[in-house]
């Protein structure tokens, strides 16, 4: 038998609108810190899932059609896209428990290069600081 080719991660979380703007709401039972994650870690999170799926359903051939689509450039879109491919126990403790990162979201992107047993280490401050080679 082969090992499976795709992994899922499901994350149960819900969009809401709050004052005209879209909320990502953790599940019940869950009560987060709100002094914690910046709403543009988690706005860049939302948009990053937001075209993985479009890449993966076909919606778009190309990170160049969804660059044009979204009226951005073809690098920003790349660069963004990474923020999909973080580790499950990162996206957790950022989406559901609200914890803040140590790292900029510059970092964060830089991250997701590294395996997902370093990810954590990383962006919740005991990975020290990484390079743009992302050592």
Do not use: C
């Not at 778009?60 to 689509?69: C, E, H, Q, S, Y």
């Amino acid at each position: 038998m082969s090992a499976p080719t795709t992994m899922r991660v499901f994350v149960p979380l819900t969009i809401r609108k709050r004052n005209g703007r879209p909320k990502i709401v953790p599940p019940a039972g869950i009560v987060p810190d709100t002094n914690g994650v910046d709403p543009h870690i988690m706005k860049a999170i939302a948009k990053a899932w937001s075209w993985r799926r479009k890449l993966d359903t076909g919606v778009v051939a190309t990170i160049d059609d969804l660059a044009r689509a979204e009226g951005v450039t073809h690098r920003y879109v790349g660069r963004t896209l990474r923020l999909a491919y973080l580790a499950p126990a990162v996206l957790e403790m950022l989406l559901i428990q609200r914890a803040a990162p140590a790292v900029s979201i510059k970092d964060m992107i830089i991250t997701a290069d590294l395996p997902w047993a370093e990810q954590k280490a990383v962006v919740f401050g005991a990975g020290g600081q990484l390079t743009a080679d992302g050592e």
